[in-house]
């Protein structure tokens, strides 16, 4: 079956130190991979995809990911964590058998202490 | 980037009373659009596919009776929940595809059902 995990419920860095969100799915096929953030009360943001080429790819406020095939990985990384990263990160993968349906992992609870 | 604006951001109703809710994509069109439903720290749950000009595709154990969905052009698409009841509260997300890949998503309506 396909799915998505996040093993963490919540991450807790001190501010300008690096940070990492966890995220592993399990998807048939090549798996079309994502990274978006939501905010308190707000809908989500894209940050990033991964669809093919370079396994690390840069997204939006400074956010990478790195694909990790041979550990069916893409986890969320970026090097110096600022207060305002603080927010709910989710991880989800393309349902290949779907209308383009996304594939939700549970979500990270990131947190940027001062 | 592009821009999906859904409207209201918040509502109060009575219960049994009827509550619209538009989800419009501002600088692209979407031939599908995505409505979830988000509880309080959980993931997003997929209610219904909506493609422009069809009937919408319900996920199992969502009333479509009750989650009425139309997707008229490819610019808007209405969530009507009918009847509302408290259990119905709840926070309401669109998303529309943009291309093969992304989601991009409104900023969510919250629905208070007295």
């Known amino acids: 079956a396909q799915s998505v995990a996040q093993p963490e419920d919540q991450v807790n860095v001190a501010e300008g130190n690096p940070l990492t969100v966890k995220c592993t799915y399990s998807v048939s096929g090549n798996p079309y991979l994502f990274w978006y953030v939501q905010y308190p009360n707000r809908g989500l943001q894209f940050l990033l995809k991964?669809?093919?080429?370079d396994n690390l790819v840069k997204g939006s406020y400074g956010f990478e990911a790195e694909f990790n095939k041979s550990q069916t990985s893409f986890h969320l990384k970026k090097p110096s964590a600022l207060v305002s990263d603080s927010a709910l990160y989710f991880c989800?993968?393309?349902?290949?058998?779907?209308?383009?349906?996304?594939?939700w992992g549970a979500g990270t609870k990131l947190i940027i202490k001062p | 980037g592009a821009v999906v604006s859904q409207h209201p951001s918040w509502v109060i109703c009575k219960s049994g009373t009827s509550v619209k809710i538009e989800c419009r994509s501002l600088d692209f069109q979407a031939t599908t659009m995505f409505w979830y439903r988000q509880f309080p720290k959980q993931s997003l749950m997929l209610m219904a596919t909506?493609?422009?000009?069809?009937?919408?595709?319900?996920e199992q154990g969502v009333e479509k009776d009750k989650f009425l969905i139309n997707h008229a052009s490819l610019t808007l698409s209405t969530l009507t929940v009918t009847s509302a009841h408290p259990e119905d509260s709840s926070f309401y997300i669109c998303?529309?595809?943009?291309?093969?890949?992304?989601?991009?998503f409104g900023a969510g309506t919250r629905l208070s059902v007295l």
């Open positions: 998303s529309a595809r943009s291309g093969a890949y992304i989601q991009y």
């Open positions: 989800a993968v393309r349902d290949p058998g779907s209308n383009y349906q996304l594939i």
């Open positions: 909506s493609n422009e000009g069809s009937k919408a595709t319900y």
């Open positions: 991964y669809i093919t080429g």
